[in-house]
């Protein structure tokens, strides 16, 4: 079942760890499939080395193990959450990277200083409160998804225009396209978080981009108007 996106995630987990985004297990990608409105993930705690992209496991929106030999990743509620709450929703990956999880422990949102990030997130990398204790004792995962989406509403973004977002004392989860692109947009959620801890560092008094070119960098590659890279034929 779903074997060529088992495959892709399988790939995309795998891509994680050339891109020195995780260690050990600390991290999980999942994808969407629309057509049957299941979802595929890693499984919980295999190492890197050893797995296939047959362990990918099948869930559905409730977490229910439709195909697998093994438990689904931990955070699965949180991701079946997330593409419950935003259905065109296709990838998800979580992380503990340095630089993203860095701004989680301290509580804040990566500002956004310059182009390059500016390119790919259409504002700053939102943060969200943390869990209370009833949230983290009873169904912390799924939790963890509310939270995330509480806090896409209160700034009025969605994963798909700002596909990146810091958990609060936890770590970063990233959405795409596919899960290639998700975990592409993990490694650039690091790559900028990195860059702006240094430049307030450097300037502590820098301010946040012009709004206009945070604008025209972001349109010009997202924008319906797009005009950056190749038109396919």
Known sequence: MLEALKEKVYQANLELVKQNLVIYTWGNVSAYDHDTGYV???????????MRAKDMVVVDLNGTV????????????T???LYSKYPKLNAIVHTHSMWATIFSQAKIPVPVLGTTHADYFHGQIPC???LTDKEILKNYEYNTGLVIEETYRSINHTPHDIPGIIVAEHGPFSFGKTPEDAVHNAKVLEEVAKMAYYTVKLNPSIDTINPTLLDKHYLRKHGKNAYYGQKRK
């Open 79 to 81: 991701h079946c959450v």
């Open 128 to 130: 969200t409160r943390p």
């Open 66 to 77: 439709i195909e697998g030999d093994y438990n689904p990743s931990s955070d699965t509620p």
């Open 40 to 50: 595929v993930i890693k499984p919980s705690g295999v190492d890197y080395d050893v």
